[in-house]
């Protein structure tokens, strides 16, 4: 398994306003993972995120919207841009490990936006 | 369009019976399965994964692969209260790691 702290575990935002998530592993890995739990919804992966490189986004996520940085190899942040009540969710950060593409995830950041 | 499909529940299980939960994929070319545990407020748990047709088992937990049938399921045997949670079905389908695509998850309630 893996120790994935994320920061903050939760916070209620203005909406227009923006909100960074840090995500901080215990060991050095290629790619993080960012995904969203919207309410009663299951979980969606936003974007993959490789040290050095842009995130690589999926279809329905943005850039503006999303920006990731992922300045080292136990390190990312994901900021959620000009919220909306829409953005309302559990933001989720995960890492690889082991056969199969095993994914572990961190605690999960909770936001609300007002 | 890839899809994980479970029933939302919630299933409701006596104390020490079996609790069995499932899932079907769409897609035959999905190589890795896994169920994770989410408790009301927290994030996903690992509790199995499941790679080949057949059986496998981990202490209480049994996950069920069968890929003709693209059926993957989830068997937990003398259920305790502990285990009244979501339980979330993944498929990779063998895209880019990590893309795993979820179910929306069966509620668990094990009654006392």
């Known amino acids: 398994s893996a120790v994935i702290s994320q920061k903050p575990s939760r916070d209620i935002c203005q909406r227009g306003t923006s909100l960074t998530i840090q995500c901080q592993v215990d060991s050095q890995v290629t790619m993080m993972f960012w995904y969203r739990q919207q309410p009663g919804q299951s979980l969606t992966l936003i974007a993959t995120a490789n040290q050095g490189s842009e995130a690589t986004y999926e279809s329905g996520f943005v850039i503006d919207k999303f920006p990731i940085s992922r300045p080292n190899l136990t390190f990312s942040t994901l900021t959620v841009s000009n919220l909306s009540p829409e953005d309302s969710s559990i933001y989720l950060c995960s890492v690889e490990r082991g056969p199969g593409n095993t994914i572990y995830f961190g605690e999960g950041s909770w936001l609300t936006v007002v | 369009q890839k899809e994980v499909e479970q029933n939302s529940g919630p299933l409701s299980v006596p104390e020490g019976a079996i609790a069995s939960l499932n899932c079907t994929y769409s897609?035959?070319?999905?190589?890795?399965f896994f169920w994770y545990r989410q408790y009301s407020g927290k994030s996903p748990e690992l509790i199995m994964s499941i790679y080949s047709n057949g059986d496998k088992e981990d202490g209480r937990f049994t996950a069920q692969l069968n890929k003709a049938s693209q059926y993957v399921s989830l068997l937990i045997r003398d259920s305790q209260p502990s285990d009244s949670a979501t339980y979330l079905c993944a498929v990779n389908y063998g895209g880019s790691q990590g893309n795993l695509i979820f179910g929306k998850g069966t509620k668990l309630s094990v009654k006392p």
């Open positions: 897609d035959r070319v999905s190589q890795s």
